[in-house]
């Protein structure tokens, strides 16, 4: 569009408003950037976001803090390392980061890990309904009774480096809020103490063995051998490392569901950015992945 013919004023025109008008001049406070022309107009670029301030997170019950930490092997007691939350938000992480090299297992145990965290949370959130359910019940038969807490709770800082570690720390923050409700049902003679303590403990157990499960993926997937992992692997033309590295993964995972290896079905978070063309998405739906997982179990047991 052509420049408008500027308009004249009898009256002095402030140059200062005019400069306000074309873009952010430097002479007026706290603005330091001079809009280009529309010819070689670009779009500035601010940095990457960060947290303002630390993020942070309240803990009331020690199973609550315990299944965040975790427990660090001890050869004096002979006990072993217990994965927690914060142990499972750093694999996920790296999970996450080594989803950008267009990594199918990495997709599938992102994708696998969220659903069996929201499964785990769905059930703690009808669990927690039915224990408040029952102090309400009580509040219609009039003795009120309020959720416990903790007289110093603990304020615990998370700076978690992937979406993953805060789906891990609002799920804990869930199990805290169900630890205090049946720590108070049990105070309040609504739940005796072994019961009480089962209930917390089968929650704790399902969120424990979660936790686990991405941990062999990742030791395994990080490896030298199989990080270049990507799923150029599989097409034809592959070099031999290539094919050892599909061959590896298969005998270590098993073969890839298909839906995940074509992309239509994402973790709901991941760093892969490739959009298929239609031929490449034919190239891929080509491949024979039971084919791949029989040959590799093949070559194991050889």
């Not at 992480?93 to 769905?122: H, T």
């Not at 005998?251 to 978070?269: C, S, T, Y």
């Not at 892969?272 to 039971?290: K, P, Y």
Request: proline share 6%.
């Amino acid at each position: 569009m052509p420049d408008l013919p500027e308009i004249h004023s009898e009256a002095p025109v402030d140059t200062t408003q005019r400069a306000a008008v074309r873009g952010r001049s430097s002479a007026l406070p706290g603005n330091s950037f001079h809009a280009p022309h529309d010819r070689d107009r670009e779009v500035p670029d601010p940095g990457h976001l960060t947290d303002a301030v630390p993020d942070s997170m309240t803990l009331h019950t020690r199973e609550a803090w315990q299944l965040f930490t975790g427990r660090r092997a001890d050869p004096a007691r002979r006990t072993t390392p217990i994965p927690g939350g914060r142990r499972f938000a750093s694999v996920m992480k790296m999970l996450w980061l080594l989803s950008a090299n267009d990594n199918p297992y990495a997709d599938w145990i992102l994708q696998r890990v969220y659903e069996r965290l929201a499964r785990v949370r769905r059930r703690l959130d009808r669990s927690i309904q039915v224990r408040e359910a029952e102090m309400q019940g009580l509040v219609a038969r009039g003795l009120s009774l309020a959720v416990m807490a903790s007289r110093e709770p603990m304020h615990v800082e998370i700076g978690f480096g992937s979406p993953y570690g805060y789906a891990a720390a609002e799920a804990i923050l869930e199990f805290d809020r169900y630890v205090r409700v049946v720590r108070t049902l049990m105070h309040k003679d609504r739940l005796g103490e072994n019961e009480g303590r089962a209930a917390i403990r089968e929650i704790g157990r399902e969120f424990r063995a979660l936790f686990v499960e991405p941990i062999r993926w990742e030791r395994y997937l990080v490896t030298d051998d199989l990080r270049a992992l990507s799923r150029r692997d599989y097409l034809p033309g592959a070099d031999d490392a290539a094919c050892e590295r599909v061959r590896a993964a298969a005998r270590l995972f098993g073969a890839v569901p298909r839906d995940i290896f074509i992309g239509d079905v994402q973790p709901r978070h991941t760093r892969r950015r490739i959009r298929l063309t239609e031929a490449e998405r034919r190239l891929l739906l080509d491949v024979d992945l039971g084919a791949v997982a029989t040959s590799a179990a093949a070559g194991a047991s050889a």
